[in-house]
């Protein structure tokens, strides 16, 4: 015979409220709770946090689900006797665990969702790193080659040395300049050129049988230079002139010139 000490040992009250007892069990229960008011009182309670447990964790279902859940209702309701259903709150209780588990599935996509954001993130970074990284490296070697470059050419035994030393305008102005006829370069040290502002740049022009040849506009942002070669060069010769360059030197802003032998 079923007692009060069996349904609170073997967790019956429980099991009466997820419905997973058969119907004699719950005809005895219904019993008991019929005649003892601390029982019901223990049970009522029970029953009421089964149901603030579920609805606290209860989501919105979407406006369409409603009004497919309304529709099919009535669709039913015309092709169907209408059946009346027993009062049981073990319906509520159904509902808020069903309610709980999707809120729990949501949470889960949603922390799911936050982790792969979280990881395209850091593949982005990566990414951009390792452009950013190869980006340095080839502007590494673009600059390793041409100081290598510029090595060859000076130290080549048929590369001629010219020092190119200021005049009167331009003083403490000295340009070294290292011309190879063999292989048509011209590589030249700015180190002692003074710093012009930013409305002037020096600029190279070549004398060929007296007509003055531009061999380019000296960068200021750099000290080994590589000029243009003009064959049949008399001489070398640097001018002050309007930012960017002239297309015929300025003669009254010759700076330093040399001949070559």
């Known amino acids: 015979m079923m007692d009060k000490k069996t349904l609170l040992e073997n967790g019956l009250l429980e099991q009466y409220l997820l419905g997973e007892l058969d119907a004699a069990t719950c005809e005895q229960i219904e019993q008991i709770l019929a005649s003892d008011a601390e029982l019901k009182a223990y049970f009522d309670q029970l029953e009421q946090d089964f149901e603030t ?99 060859t050419n000076i130290v080549n035994p048929d590369t001629e040395q010219y020092v190119l030393k200021g005049n009167d305008l331009l003083p403490e102005a000295k340009v070294v300049s290292y011309v190879n006829h063999k ?41 080994l230079i590589t000029m243009a070669y003009i064959d049949h060069a008399e001489s070398l010769n640097i001018t002050i002139e309007p930012a960017g360059g002239n297309d015929h030197p300025t003669v009254e802003q010759l700076v330093t010139n040399v001949y070559l032998q």
Do not use: C
């Not at 969702?113 to 593949?123: D, E, G, I, P």
């Not at 970074?125 to 490296?137: F, H, Q």
């Not at 502002?197 to 040849?213: K, L, N, P, S």
């Open 53 to 151: 447990l579920g609805l606290e964790n209860a989501i919105t279902p979407p406006p369409a689900v409603k009004s497919q859940l309304l529709d099919s209702i009535k669709a039913s309701s015309e092709t169907s006797k209408v059946v009346e259903l027993q009062t049981n709150n073990n319906f509520k209780w159904y509902l808020g665990i069903a309610a709980s588990i999707a809120g729990l599935l949501l949470i889960g996509s949603f922390w799911m969702y936050s982790q792969l954001n979280a990881v395209k993130q850091q593949l982005q970074t990566v990414e951009i790193n390792n452009t950013e990284l190869n980006t340095t490296i080839e502007v590494l070697n673009k600059e390793l080659k041409q100081t290598t470059s510029f090595y």
């Open 183 to 223: 292989t048509k370069t011209v590589v030249i040290n700015t180190e002692r050129l003074p710093q012009l502002d930013d409305a002037h740049d020096y600029q190279m022009w070549a004398d060929v049988e007296g007509e003055m040849i531009n061999m380019g506009v000296i960068a200021k942002d750099k000290t």
